[in-house]
């Protein structure tokens, strides 16, 4: 699956925050690279600057998993709000003219609040928001985008999808077992 080049990274990163969040304790490098990884041209965020981009990312974790369509687009709506993107077109290391949701200027907090948003819609808007996806694994919280061909994926691995399976079999095993 092939999305638009600002959305598809900017949502990558949106869930490898929320999934950097989920373990409790993160340090400001974690966060650097996170944020290095899927928009090398961000600044760095200084150690208050990382604690309020986790803080946001309790916000964006609400716009992944089973909803309505409806729900997901008043969720990433708020999103969009609070981030009060500033589109303008960029033209920063001799590229060529492209949107950036934020202005030059601003810190390092509102340009990933306003990326992260923005990524999350374009993807909702472009190929819909059952790729903004959570593990079907009751034991696990992670968040994913499903770049799947089909965009069918329930788990953020291979390894819950065959934990899962093997115990959905363990229990028709038994109940035929029980029956027979």
Partial sequence: ?????????????AADLV???RGGTFDREQVAAVIHRHAPTLP????????????????????????????RVDV????????????????HDNQPPHLHYHGEGEGVVNRVRAVTATGLAYVLCDEGGHRLGRCADDR?????????KGGNRQFCTTRCANRVNAVRHRARQRAMAMAG
């Fill in 1 to 13: 699956m092939r999305f638009n080049t600002y959305g598809g990274a900017a949502a990558a990163m």
């Fill in 44 to 71: 760095e965020p200084a150690g208050p600057e990382a604690a309020r981009i986790m803080q946001w990312t309790q916000q964006l974790d609400a716009a992944f998993g089973e909803m309505s369509q409806q729900r």
């Fill in 140 to 148: 696990c919280a992670v968040v994913f985008i499903d770049i799947s």
């Fill in 76 to 91: 990433i709506n708020a999103l969009l709000q609070q981030a009060a993107s500033r589109p303008m077109i960029s033209t």
């Fill in 19 to 21: 999934n950097l969040g």
